[in-house]
């Protein structure tokens, strides 16, 4: 995995976000991933799965913007950190992300953890 990859696969995640396209989505993950939407939880674990769980629980894609970087890669594992903004009927909130990344051999993520702070 380069800084390269990295990027390109969060651009990926961002796109497929905003499409909920399960192709789009699964393409990210690898059938046997495990994502975490906070690091002390179970994980959805393998890509149907998760293709499900995205699809379940939508944003609409005019309400938020999002922008990630990988921050470090080293071998398999990447953090990548950015911001998620929403203006949507919960009012407006900035996110600040962290993610935790372990890639398989195809460039698809096996572990993927998000830990994220609401700005004040």
Known sequence: MTRDDAARWLD???AAWRSYDPDAIGALFADDAEYRYHPWDEPVRGR???VEDWRSNRDAPDA?????????????RVAATGTS???DADG???YHNVFLIRFDGGGRAREFTE???EQR
């Open 12 to 14: 990926a995640y961002i």
């Open 48 to 50: 149907d799965a998760i």
């Open 64 to 76: 938020w913007h999002a922008e990630y970087t990988p921050f470090a890669v080293e071998g398999d």
């Open 85 to 87: 903004r929403y203006d």
């Open 92 to 94: 407006k909130r900035t």
């Open 115 to 117: 830990v994220y702070a």
